[in-house]
Protein backbone atom coordinates (compact mmCIF):
# COMPACT_ATOMS: atom_id res chain seq x y z
CA UNK A 1 0.00 0.00 0.00
CA UNK A 2 1.40 3.44 -1.28
CA UNK A 3 1.73 5.81 1.79
CA UNK A 4 -0.45 7.98 0.33
CA UNK A 5 -3.42 5.63 0.97
CA UNK A 6 -2.74 4.42 4.27
CA UNK A 7 -5.52 4.78 5.94
CA UNK A 8 -5.42 7.07 9.01
CA UNK A 9 -5.98 5.87 12.08
CA UNK A 10 -6.28 7.81 15.24
CA UNK A 11 -4.82 6.46 18.93
CA UNK A 12 -5.40 8.13 21.88
CA UNK A 13 -1.74 7.99 23.53
CA UNK A 14 -1.41 8.21 27.54
CA UNK A 15 0.87 10.90 28.66
CA UNK A 16 3.17 8.70 29.24
CA UNK A 17 3.85 7.37 26.07
CA UNK A 18 4.42 10.69 24.82
CA UNK A 19 6.61 11.50 26.60
CA UNK A 20 9.39 8.82 26.03
CA UNK A 21 8.69 9.75 22.30
CA UNK A 22 9.93 13.51 23.00
CA UNK A 23 13.70 14.04 23.40
CA UNK A 24 15.33 16.43 25.30
CA UNK A 25 15.53 18.94 23.95
CA UNK A 26 11.77 19.06 23.35
CA UNK A 27 11.67 19.20 19.79
CA UNK A 28 8.38 17.73 17.96
CA UNK A 29 7.95 14.36 18.44
CA UNK A 30 5.22 13.51 16.35
CA UNK A 31 6.93 12.51 12.93
CA UNK A 32 9.37 9.70 15.55
CA UNK A 33 5.89 8.67 17.30
CA UNK A 34 4.34 8.11 13.49
CA UNK A 35 7.66 6.23 12.43
CA UNK A 36 7.41 3.55 15.20
CA UNK A 37 3.79 3.42 14.76
CA UNK A 38 4.08 2.47 11.10
CA UNK A 39 7.02 0.36 11.96
CA UNK A 40 4.64 -1.52 14.04
CA UNK A 41 1.71 -1.82 12.32
CA UNK A 42 4.07 -3.42 9.12
CA UNK A 43 5.38 -5.81 12.01
CA UNK A 44 2.23 -6.80 12.64
CA UNK A 45 1.21 -7.14 8.73
CA UNK A 46 4.34 -9.46 8.55
CA UNK A 47 3.88 -11.21 11.27
CA UNK A 48 0.24 -12.08 9.82
CA UNK A 49 1.43 -13.37 6.80
CA UNK A 50 3.73 -15.74 8.79
CA UNK A 51 1.03 -17.04 10.89
CA UNK A 52 -0.85 -18.39 7.75
CA UNK A 53 1.38 -21.23 8.06
CA UNK A 54 0.95 -21.72 11.92
CA UNK A 55 -1.87 -24.15 13.33
CA UNK A 56 -5.25 -23.13 14.16
CA UNK A 57 -8.83 -23.89 14.13
CA UNK A 58 -10.50 -23.51 10.93
CA UNK A 59 -13.81 -25.38 11.54
CA UNK A 60 -16.16 -27.38 13.80
CA UNK A 61 -18.18 -30.35 13.11
CA UNK A 62 -21.49 -31.03 14.30
CA UNK A 63 -23.29 -34.46 13.98
CA UNK A 64 -26.96 -33.58 13.44
CA UNK A 65 -30.14 -35.03 12.73
CA UNK A 66 -32.15 -33.28 10.46
CA UNK A 67 -29.76 -31.30 7.83
CA UNK A 68 -32.60 -28.92 6.70
CA UNK A 69 -33.57 -27.68 10.50
CA UNK A 70 -29.75 -27.11 11.70
CA UNK A 71 -29.11 -25.73 8.26
CA UNK A 72 -32.28 -23.03 8.67
CA UNK A 73 -31.28 -22.68 12.75
CA UNK A 74 -27.77 -21.69 11.84
CA UNK A 75 -28.70 -19.33 9.33
CA UNK A 76 -31.45 -17.62 10.64
CA UNK A 77 -30.03 -16.96 14.52
CA UNK A 78 -26.25 -16.35 13.77
CA UNK A 79 -26.65 -15.03 9.76
CA UNK A 80 -24.05 -17.90 8.58
CA UNK A 81 -24.04 -18.93 4.83
CA UNK A 82 -23.96 -22.26 3.08
CA UNK A 83 -20.81 -22.44 1.15
CA UNK A 84 -20.78 -26.32 0.03
CA UNK A 85 -22.57 -29.50 0.18
CA UNK A 86 -21.66 -32.62 -0.50
CA UNK A 87 -21.10 -36.21 0.18
CA UNK A 88 -18.04 -37.78 1.74
CA UNK A 89 -17.22 -41.27 3.78
CA UNK A 90 -20.86 -41.93 4.77
CA UNK A 91 -22.66 -38.81 5.24
CA UNK A 92 -23.61 -35.82 3.54
CA UNK A 93 -21.88 -32.58 4.77
CA UNK A 94 -22.98 -28.99 4.74
CA UNK A 95 -20.52 -26.41 4.88
CA UNK A 96 -21.47 -22.83 6.68
CA UNK A 97 -19.39 -20.09 7.34
CA UNK A 98 -19.33 -16.68 9.66
CA UNK A 99 -17.29 -15.27 7.17
CA UNK A 100 -14.06 -16.72 9.17
CA UNK A 101 -14.39 -20.21 10.96
CA UNK A 102 -16.30 -22.74 8.94
CA UNK A 103 -19.03 -25.16 10.50
CA UNK A 104 -19.61 -28.58 9.31
CA UNK A 105 -22.84 -30.12 9.40
CA UNK A 106 -22.89 -33.98 9.39
CA UNK A 107 -26.12 -36.03 8.63
CA UNK A 108 -24.81 -39.78 8.75
CA UNK A 109 -26.47 -42.60 6.74
CA UNK A 110 -26.04 -44.78 9.36
CA UNK A 111 -25.38 -44.33 13.54
CA UNK A 112 -23.37 -47.33 12.66
CA UNK A 113 -21.02 -45.90 10.22
CA UNK A 114 -17.51 -46.26 11.83
CA UNK A 115 -16.85 -42.58 11.76
CA UNK A 116 -20.57 -42.09 13.47
CA UNK A 117 -19.54 -43.82 16.06
CA UNK A 118 -16.39 -41.88 17.30
CA UNK A 119 -18.99 -39.49 19.50
CA UNK A 120 -21.80 -41.72 20.34
CA UNK A 121 -25.47 -41.78 19.18
CA UNK A 122 -27.60 -38.72 18.51
CA UNK A 123 -26.16 -35.54 17.48
CA UNK A 124 -22.91 -34.14 19.15
CA UNK A 125 -20.24 -32.18 18.78
CA UNK A 126 -18.17 -34.49 16.50
CA UNK A 127 -14.57 -32.58 16.06
CA UNK A 128 -12.79 -29.69 15.29
CA UNK A 129 -10.57 -29.27 12.56
CA UNK A 130 -6.86 -27.60 12.60
CA UNK A 131 -4.96 -26.39 9.40
CA UNK A 132 -1.77 -26.87 9.62
CA UNK A 133 1.11 -26.48 6.74
CA UNK A 134 3.28 -29.90 7.42
CA UNK A 135 0.88 -32.85 7.96
CA UNK A 136 3.54 -35.55 8.78
CA UNK A 137 5.65 -33.73 11.07
CA UNK A 138 2.08 -33.30 12.90
CA UNK A 139 1.36 -36.85 12.66
CA UNK A 140 4.37 -37.33 14.28
CA UNK A 141 3.78 -35.02 17.08
CA UNK A 142 0.14 -36.91 17.22
CA UNK A 143 1.34 -39.99 17.57
CA UNK A 144 4.77 -38.92 20.31
CA UNK A 145 2.07 -37.29 22.54
CA UNK A 146 -0.06 -40.55 22.85
CA UNK A 147 -2.62 -39.77 20.12
CA UNK A 148 -3.97 -42.18 17.68
CA UNK A 149 -4.85 -41.85 14.13
CA UNK A 150 -8.47 -42.78 13.10
CA UNK A 151 -8.54 -42.20 9.48
CA UNK A 152 -6.14 -41.96 6.02
CA UNK A 153 -3.43 -40.53 6.65
CA UNK A 154 -3.16 -39.20 3.01
CA UNK A 155 -6.83 -38.44 2.70
CA UNK A 156 -7.77 -34.68 2.45
CA UNK A 157 -8.60 -34.60 6.08
CA UNK A 158 -7.03 -36.67 9.01
CA UNK A 159 -9.29 -37.51 12.12
CA UNK A 160 -7.24 -38.53 15.35
CA UNK A 161 -8.21 -39.33 19.18
CA UNK A 162 -6.17 -36.87 21.73
CA UNK A 163 -5.40 -39.13 24.68
CA UNK A 164 -8.27 -37.62 26.86
CA UNK A 165 -11.18 -39.34 24.32
CA UNK A 166 -11.43 -35.63 22.20
CA UNK A 167 -12.28 -36.28 18.13
CA UNK A 168 -9.86 -33.72 16.00
CA UNK A 169 -8.99 -33.46 12.26
CA UNK A 170 -5.95 -31.80 10.60
CA UNK A 171 -6.37 -30.43 7.36
CA UNK A 172 -4.18 -28.48 4.74
CA UNK A 173 -4.17 -24.63 5.71
CA UNK A 174 -6.12 -23.65 2.42
CA UNK A 175 -9.05 -26.10 2.78
CA UNK A 176 -11.59 -24.00 3.75
CA UNK A 177 -10.82 -20.62 2.29
CA UNK A 178 -10.86 -22.68 -1.15
CA UNK A 179 -13.98 -23.54 -0.81
CA UNK A 180 -15.55 -19.95 0.79
CA UNK A 181 -13.62 -18.37 -2.40
CA UNK A 182 -15.35 -20.93 -4.71
CA UNK A 183 -18.79 -20.16 -3.13
CA UNK A 184 -17.96 -16.52 -4.31
Same mark, same amino acid.
Given at each position: ???????????????????????? *??? $???? &?????????? @???? !? +? #????????????????? *??? $???? &?????????? @???? !? +? #?????????????????????????????????????????????????????????????????????????????????????????????????
Amino acid at each position: MSESKESIVQVAVDDDVVDWFRNE *AGD $DYRN &RMRDALRAHM @QARR !G +R #SEESTAAPRINHVALKI *ADL $DVAT &RFYENVFGFR @QVKT !G +R #SRGHISRHLTDGYVDLALMLYDSEDDPEAKLVGPGPAIHHFGVAVADRRAVLDRIRANGGEILSDPDSGTVKFRSPDGTIAEIADPDRYERMKGAAG
